[in-house]
């Protein structure tokens, strides 16, 4: 039963499409986010939700639109993709507020590919 | 701000030998969590221990530890005995509040 669910798990698509990327976990955490691991593995928060609320922001085109529908669901939408979209988005939760204390659940991962 | 830096882009050992990947952070907060987590070429990011800034004792986990040094703000991890398939890159991070900071990796490859 995995803990922490991504789909698709592969996507290729062209420049200027519009996609979705979906996450659930089923951990009972209140915290979710998306991070964003580029070519060169670099590892980087993109949002950051707590019960629906959006709490973290990064500096993220407008063009990518996290959604929160309940606290188990935290979607990414991004809109007119261009190449330098390419990458694996990783989404990820922990309980709230600890992440002092306790460590990020991984969904599997999404690699996303812009032709 | 803070940042996790990791100085060793690539790493090798010799199949059964012990290793250390640095880690060192930036923070003035003086409550936050230190974690290494391995991620292998199938991509998914594995969890491996974890330090609490307030802990005396250095953490352990199997034939992983931690080398938490406070003061030199350094949380190196030290693979005992290594094994082929702990060929993988190895990320050293940081979390605080509500956000997770990671560093740029390490990626270690166990020589046979």
């Known amino acids: 039963d995995t803990a922490v669910s991504q789909t698709p798990k592969y996507l290729v698509t062209q420049m200027g499409n519009d996609k979705s990327i979906k996450c659930e976990q089923n951990?009972?955490?209140?915290?979710m986010y998306w991070y964003k691991q580029d070519s060169k593995k670099f590892l980087k928060i993109m949002f950051s939700y707590n019960n629906k609320e959006l709490i973290i922001n990064e500096t993220v085109p407008n063009r990518f639109s996290p959604k929160s529908p309940d606290k188990a669901h935290l979607n990414l939408h991004i809109n007119s993709l261009e190449l330098g979209d390419s990458a694996v988005y990783f989404c990820a939760s922990s309980h709230p507020g600890t992440a002092d204390t306790g460590e990020l659940f991984f969904g599997e991962g999404s690699r996303l590919t812009v032709l | 701000a803070q940042k996790i830096t990791q100085t060793q882009p690539g790493m090798f050992v010799q199949e059964k030998e012990a290793v250390t990947l640095d880690c060192t952070y930036d923070?003035?907060?003086?409550?936050?969590?230190l974690f290494w987590y391995k991620q292998p070429s199938s991509g998914e990011m594995i969890f491996l221990i974890y330090?609490?800034?307030?802990?005396?004792q250095n953490a352990t986990e199997g034939r992983y530890s931690l080398n938490f040094q406070k003061a030199r703000k350094s949380a190196n991890l030290v693979i005992s005995a290594s094994q082929l398939g702990d060929s993988a890159m190895y990320f050293c991070?940081?979390?605080?509040?509500?956000?997770?900071?990671f560093g740029p990796g390490t990626r270690l490859s166990v020589l046979p």
């Open positions: 951990l009972g955490h209140d915290t």
């Open positions: 923070t003035s907060d003086p409550s936050y969590g």
């Open positions: 991070a940081m979390g605080l509040g509500q956000n997770f900071v």
């Open positions: 330090q609490g800034s307030y802990d005396q």
